[in-house]
């Protein structure tokens, strides 16, 4: 059985994935099954074009709300129990194996009181919370993995009948569904007030620019490894730039982004993100590399990633603080 951090595991370990360990090549044959347990399960709605994303119990009536007629249903599976490979015996690897499949972040909602805003005039910030987020795993192209319900088995298509991990006939059902991996932390919502014009800005894609720009700066200043805070974007309606969610990447939280409550350190934040977009890496201020924005975390935005339009942002920001 393959186990890891499931935020990672869920796209590492999505069936059909090639992984070395051990110095041997496993394929990744499905999600492991325990008797008498199963799942959880979960219906979700998501929009690319507005980062609009809700979920809810499969029991439970859909919610009315959707921003437009893009928005795309799902069901994903929490694979709680781990990962299984096939039972074949590994191979000498040949290579390092390629990364196929990738995960997205979303924010859901805030899970305890109101926590109230701190108005820094040209930045809303919602006080450190606790929040519900989900990773997601859909697939290649979001084509989503037909997994099979009696034995976890999964497959990138559809088909009449496979092999279980053991190698043994099974008919069971194949339900195609995403991979997905909940957890609560502590987040914080950053609201930029100050608006440029939406095609300057690229909406929802311009907000992840700069949402990266600040994790780098945040985790500068509060002295912690980028990977012990992560960003995404929330649903922002209308608005120019969507609310930017910096969150604890650690199930409970672990109150590190409660710190850029202080005004001075977000001033510091921000003059650190503004360091780290300035152009020492060397791209182009119309795309970006991993010296900048990138990291191995965000893949699914990588082409979007635009360091120039978030060092010029935060520069306009800055001084109209």
């Known amino acids: 059985m393959l186990q890891r951090d499931r935020s990672i595991a869920i796209a590492e370990f999505a069936p059909t994935s090639r992984l070395v360990a051990n110095k041997k090549e496993w394929i990744c044959y499905g999600l492991k099954k325990v008797a008498g347990k199963e799942w959880p399960r979960k219906c979700y709605r998501r929009c690319a074009q507005h980062n609009l994303f809700m ?46 499949f990738t995960t997205r972040p979303y924010f859901v909602m805030l899970t305890g009181p109101p926590p109230g805003d701190i ?20 697939g290649r192209k979001g084509s989503g993995f037909y997994i099979c319900c009696d034995c976890g088995a999964g497959f990138s298509d559809r088909r009449k009948q496979h092999e ?42 311009f907000a992840h620019s700069l949402a990266y720009a600040l994790l780098e700066g945040a985790s500068g200043i509060l002295e912690v490894p980028s990977t012990d805070l992560s960003a995404t974007v929330a649903y922002g309606g209308d608005a120019a730039i969507p609310p930017i969610i910096l969150y604890d990447n650690v199930p409970g939280g672990a109150g590190l982004v409660a710190h850029l409550e ?22 182009s201020e119309n795309d970006s590399c991993y010296g900048c924005l990138r990291s191995y975390r965000n893949q699914f935005a990588h082409q979007h990633l635009r360091r120039g339009q978030a060092v010029h942002y935060l520069k306009l920001l800055l001084s109209r603080w």
């Not at 006080?127 to 795993?137: H, N, R, W």
């Not at 100050?194 to 894609?205: A, D, Y």
């Not at 202080?262 to 791209?283: F, H, P, Q, T, Y």
Request: charged share 30%.
């Open 55 to 100: 979920c809810w119990p499969k029991e439970q009536l859909k919610p009315s709300e959707i921003c437009c007629g893009s928005a795309k249903e799902g069901e994903y599976i929490v694979p709680q129990f781990g990962f299984v490979t096939d039972h074949q015996k590994p191979r000498d690897p040949k290579g390092r194996s390629r990364r196929v």
């Open 262 to 283: 202080e005004r001075d350190k977000l001033r510091s934040c921000l003059e650190a993100a503004i360091e780290r977009v300035n152009g020492g890496c060397g791209c």
């Open 119 to 138: 108005d820094f005039g040209v930045i809303r910030l919602t006080k450190a919370s606790p929040g519900l987020m989900v990773v997601l795993c859909e």
């Open 164 to 205: 279980n991990c053991y190698g043994k006939t099974c008919t069971g059902r194949l339900d195609r569904v995403s991979l997905g991996h909940e957890f609560e932390t502590d987040v914080i919502q950053m609201q930029f007030l100050l608006e440029i014009h939406q095609e300057r800005t690229n909406g929802v894609w």
